[in-house]
């Protein structure tokens, strides 16, 4: 009943996977609370593996923990706040090694050959007009999240921006992959296609709140500048009021005849 099931033929991707929560799992089932931290601290600095299975295994080793007698409790609640622990202080060790030394690191010739002064001029005028959203985006790329955690602390993006949307989009992630584990129990299968699924919805959502986010800023400064225009009026020297009128040929100012049709007479 405790042990992790397994689809007759899996793909190798998924094989793999599922030996890989299975592994964790067993590590997990040891120290819950502070594995759980530790490994997703590691995976915010560098160690190369996914956080997905890593949640999964503790959502697995929570459902254990109740459904086969005479296992320690594993509280979910408690295992989800360890895992966002772990979650934002990898990242924000990440980030304050970019603050700190992103500008010695940048130094060494193989870096500059790959990130040219003209990438990082990019980078930050990017990040100086979209860095929120860039973090909050960049908790979901996991091929590119600790460089561009590493970026927004080198290029100065604030510690409370960068801490408020990391860990709005971590709460939008973290549940959802212990939940599966937890709900699914040991259909390791199951959970990790419903984790995927639900991470795609999320991915989408944010990218959608992020569009309508763009467009919003873009609308509202569009109208403050014109109405700037508006308010600053013409440019010097440029009259607006209309030329004063010419009395045509022949008809006295007041609209009545003129000298000539008053001697006709």
């Known amino acids: 009943m405790g042990s992790v ?3 007759a033929n899996p793909p190798c991707d998924a094989a ?30 560098a160690l190369p593996m996914p956080e997905e299975p890593i949640l999964i295994a503790a959502g697995y080793v929570a459902w254990k923990s109740i459904a086969v007698a005479g296992s320690h409790p594993v509280n979910v609640w408690v295992l989800m706040a360890c895992a966002l622990c772990g979650v934002m202080l990898g990242d924000l060790t990440i980030y304050s090694v970019g603050k700190r030394h992103g500008d010695w690191i940048f130094r060494f010739w193989i870096l500059r050959r790959v990130f040219p002064e003209r990438r990082l001029e990019r980078a930050r005028r990017l990040f100086a007009g ?29 510690i409370g921006t960068f801490f408020l949307f990391d860990v709005l989009a971590a709460l939008l992630t973290v549940p959802i992959s ?10 390791i299968d199951d959970a990790l296609a419903f984790a995927g699924r639900s991470h795609r919805i999320v991915i989408a959502i944010a990218l959608t709140l992020v569009a309508a986010a763009v467009l919003a800023k873009y609308l509202i400064g569009r109208r403050h500048a014109l109405r700037e225009v508006a308010a600053a009026g013409p440019p010097s020297g440029v ?3 209309r030329p004063p009128e010419t009395a045509p040929s022949g008809s006295s100012p007041r609209g009545g005849p003129g000298p000539s049709c008053r001697r006709m007479r």
Do not use: W
């Not at 960049?138 to 561009?148: D, H, I, S, Y």
């Not at 212990?178 to 259909?187: E, K, L």
């Open 178 to 187: 212990i939940y599966a584990g937890y709900h699914f129990g040991s259909d």
């Open 16 to 45: 793999l996977m599922q030996e890989l929560v299975g592994n964790l799992a067993q590590y997990l089932e040891h120290f819950a609370y502070f594995g759980t931290f530790f490994l997703l601290f590691l995976c915010g600095i």
């Open 239 to 241: 009259s607006l009021s």
């Open 130 to 158: 979209h860095g929120a959203k860039v973090v909050f985006l960049g908790r979901f790329m996991a091929g590119v999240r600790l460089v561009v955690f590493f970026t927004a602390g080198m290029l100065g993006v604030r």
């Open 5 to 7: 099931e397994a689809p």
